[in-house]
């Protein structure tokens, strides 16, 4: 799989002349988002990919920026600046899978598809030491591996890969949402029973009579397909939501 362009992994991140645009995603990094039979598909895949990183694999012999996308995409993209803007379009179109780039946020690449489509982000914790084609760690002249020279961030495109990087949160970096279903918005944003009850007694002038409850709140989004909204009504009033002044009378708490 490639990954980062470098002048000297673990140092600049400017691309240069002569220097090696593949660079592989360490294993255990994939084994953490559940190894490569997570995904169905790595459209940057290095040529002599010495471990699996996806059910099937193109390479740049294939042109796999060109070809179709399907599945659970995961792509470590080359990171010069023109074809790492081509990939993150195509997964931001496909809408599922994961892609692993550098936490540039102030890019335009950054916000047209990634702060503008990804469904959440990780941001790692420390900095990734990718691996050389041979499948070794990139040595520095102290004989230390070599890290990437940059901070990365995994994006998740679709509900099931924002589900993977939510299960790291804390772990292994910081995890971020960006968008949620609309159903779960809507959860979010609903009042409660007692929150809406309550607010509809502030609004009335003194105690109100429970009949006048039952009819304020028959055509309320929250009584749509229960039939027993007056028992939750009383409920939530018994509860806290109203004060009773006398029998069948309430007021705001």
Not at 117 to 131: C, E, H, K, N
Not at 240 to 248: C, E, W, Y
């Amino acid at each position: 799989m490639t990954a980062p362009l470098f002048a000297g992994i673990g140092g600049h991140q400017t691309p240069r002349r002569g220097r090696t645009d593949v660079w592989l995603t360490p294993p255990w990094l994939l084994e953490m988002l559940g190894g490569w039979q997570a995904f169905d598909l790595d459209p940057c895949a290095a040529v002599d990919q010495p471990w699996r990183t996806a059910r099937q694999h193109y390479t740049v012999n294939e042109n796999g920026l060109l070809l179709p996308r399907f599945g659970e995409v995961w792509c470590n993209p080359p990171y010069s600046r023109a074809l790492l803007s081509r990939f993150m379009a195509r997964i931001a179109e496909h809408g599922r899978g994961i892609a692993l780039i550098f936490a540039r946020t102030e890019t335009a690449t950054f916000f047209r598809h990634v702060w503008d489509r990804a469904t959440a982000l990780l941001f790692w914790r420390g900095r990734i030491d990718f691996y050389t084609p041979a499948g070794q760690p990139q040595p520095r002249a102290d004989g230390k591996a070599a890290n990437s020279g940059a901070p990365s961030v995994l994006c998740a495109y679709g509900a099931r890969a924002a589900d993977t990087l939510a299960g790291l949160d804390g772990v292994c970096g910081q995890f971020v949402p960006l968008r949620l279903p609309r159903s779960v918005v809507a959860l979010a944003l609903a009042p409660t029973w007692r929150e809406a009850i309550g607010a509809w007694l502030r609004r009335q002038r003194g105690p109100v009579a429970l009949a006048d409850i039952y009819r304020a709140f028959s055509a309320h989004p929250k009584t749509a397909g229960n039939p027993n909204y007056q028992a939750k009504i009383r409920q939530v009033l018994q509860e806290g939501a109203g004060v009773r002044v006398s029998r069948g009378q309430w007021s705001a708490a």
